[in-house]
């Protein structure tokens, strides 16, 4: 991190916010925020570079927080994003950054959910919506949404709302707008069609891109492990298991994260402590000179916290919480490896934060490799050696007479074998942690929030998007073919369905098999049993004007039409 970094002070946000950031436990501006929050307070437009994980959300829900009327109960700011968990995410940071401001409301919209509620909500005049483009342009159409106040429009991720077939709705909606409001745009990538939006709509917009410096890190080892599967904190013990290690540093994000992280650890039997900002000077060396000394193995600490930190100790960095820069991760890392020593850096990674990780390849000019969760079958070989260990230097160590005879005395009065009797002990021994960790949870099929994330993993190998059949991985499990009355004939692509179903449906695109376009109609393959509720929901939802009526094709390749003329719509949803 640069010296400069300015405070969240020294930006001119108001009070209220200011103090929300504090209890949140934000330490400094990342790069982006700093860049961005003057700019957009100040009214101007801007275009930003910048991935997930970057601190984008904050970037632009802090300034224009500031600039909102309290007293008017209007959308003033309209966020677009691609899919309901970033509507959500989004809505909720809105709503954790205003938590002092008196009667702020924010309202997230999304494709799925019921329209009842939205309309209800909207009824109340939240100054934020956040919505995904086909429902924004759903409620536009029916009137239930006022866009004539709004001063500033957001869009979120536009690379994947172009990617999952939703720009047009997004420029639809654009075009809806005060022509003065301020715009913002966040896009990983800048393809043409961006660009266009960025031309027709934008008025002089200040571009945003963080440089990465290049740095080399030679003596330390990097991986990284992508977070799916396991819940970090466990994830985080399994590795401290199985990795060896002397001294370790984790970095979290904000000073809240590595109090809590610490205290878990600690509960997990690790020597840990927290480091950051809200220590005070003596605390925090004292703090520093137990990890010199052995007496704690673990520092849990933000960037600040950990600026310049020295002790050859540590052998291991986890990057609990992926940095907001390429910077600060090279930062990072340098804190092991020191004094010539080879060094370990470990980096979790969301899905939705790869372009970060490879930003942060680029900035380094090293691969980072990718690594697998410890299984359970080597962390029980790992405890199994552990104890191994233990016993033998409880031979080597302690007279032992006294237990030999009672070994005999109880076997005998027991009646059972010296085996049967170790197994017992060795049970009774290890109960509060056992050898064998717990099964792990079979994931859900349906209702899994992580849509679009997959999709993105899939854009950002590479690959094609997805267009026709075979095009596509095959999810596994097995599945049911089903009608939707969508075809060629109405504009539909491969993408369009993917986005529809994987947003009206909250299930993750993966689980989507081979979609087969036709004329007038596609089949979309689904996993088998699903729910009543969701067939009913997905019989209703529009793509490309056409109520899709999804229908289940039997074993032997029929349906039954419905014989009801197709609705009339002018647009579908997202
Ligand atoms: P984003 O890139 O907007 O998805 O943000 C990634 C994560 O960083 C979110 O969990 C935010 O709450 C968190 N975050 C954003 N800005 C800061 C900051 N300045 N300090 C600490 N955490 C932050």
Request: net charge positive.
């Amino acid at each position: 991190m640069s010296t400069e970094t300015p405070l969240f002070s020294d930006l001119h946000l108001p009070e209220p916010v200011l103090k929300a950031l504090v209890e949140l436990g934000y330490e400094t501006p990342s790069p982006i925020q700093a860049q961005c929050i003057p700019l957009l307070l100040d009214g101007k437009d801007v275009l930003g570079m910048a991935q997930t994980g970057t601190g984008k959300t904050a970037a632009f829900a802090l300034p224009l927080l500031a600039n909102i009327d309290l007293k008017l109960n209007k959308p003033q700011v309209l966020v677009l994003a691609p899919t309901r968990e970033l509507a959500i995410q989004v809505a909720e940071a809105f709503q954790a950054y205003s938590r002092h401001l008196p009667n702020f409301h924010v309202l997230p919209i999304y494709g799925g959910q019921n329209y009842g509620l939205q309309f209800k909500s909207l009824k109340r005049g939240p100054q934020v919506v956040v919505g995904t483009p086909g429902r924004i342009m759903d409620h536009l159409s029916r009137g239930t949404l006022d866009l004539s106040g709004l001063r500033a429009m957001v869009l979120d991720e536009a690379d994947e709302m172009l990617r999952m077939g939703f720009i047009e709705d997004v420029e639809t909606i654009m075009a809806e707008t005060p022509e003065e409001r301020q715009t913002a745009l966040f896009s990983a990538t800048m393809p043409d069609q961006i660009k266009r939006i960025t031309k027709r709509y934008m008025r002089q917009p200040t571009e945003i891109k963080i440089k990465a410096k290049t740095s080399t890190v030679e003596n330390i080892e990097q991986k990284a492990w992508i977070v799916r599967g396991a819940n970090k904190l466990d994830a985080l013990t399994r590795m401290l298991e199985t990795e060896e290690f002397d001294g370790v540093i984790i970095f979290a994000r904000t000073k809240t994260a590595t109090v809590e992280l610490a205290e878990k650890l600690e509960a997990r039997g690790y020597r840990s402590s927290a480091l950051n900002g809200d220590m005070n000077q003596a605390l925090r060396e004292r703090t520093v000179s137990r990890l010199k000394s052995g007496s704690l193995d673990i520092l849990v600490a933000t960037d600040v916290a950990a600026r310049g930190l020295d002790v050859e100790r540590i052998s291991l960095v986890v990057n609990y919480d992926i940095p907001t820069d390429t910077e600060s991760y090279v930062h990072r890392i340098g804190r092991t490896g020191r004094a010539g020593r080879q060094g370990k850096a470990i980096l979790f990674v969301a899905p939705r934060e790869r372009r970060l990780l490879k930003a942060i390849e680029r900035a380094t000019r090293q691969p980072i490799t990718m690594m697998d969760l410890p299984t359970r079958s080597e962390v029980t070989q790992k405890r199994i050696e552990s104890f191994q260990t233990e016993v033998q230097k409880v031979l080597e160590a302690e007279k032992l007479e006294f237990y030999l005879e009672l070994v005999g005395q109880l076997t005998n009065e027991l009646e059972i074998s010296q085996e049967d009797m170790t197994a017992a002990l060795l049970y009774m021994a290890q109960k509060d942690k056992p050898f064998q960790l717990p099964e792990e949870p079979v994931r859900e099929r349906f209702s899994d929030r992580d849509g679009r994330r997959e999709r993105g993993d899939r854009a950002e190998r590479g690959d094609r998007a997805p267009r026709e059949r075979g095009d596509r991985r095959k999810p596994e499990g097995p599945l049911d073919t089903y009608r939707i009355e969508v075809g060629r004939e109405h504009g539909v692509q491969v993408k369009n369905i993917v986005g529809a179903i994987a947003n009206e449906g909250n299930m993750n695109s993966r689980f989507i098999g081979d979609i087969v376009l036709h004329n007038d109609y596609s089949t979309v393959q689904l996993p088998q049993n699903m729910p009543a509720d969701l067939l009913k929901h997905f019989q209703k939802v529009y793509i490309c004007q056409q109520q899709i009526r999804m229908q289940k094709v039997d074993e032997a390749g029929t349906y039954k039409p419905r014989r009801r003329s197709p609705k009339k719509r002018d647009h579908r949803k997202g």
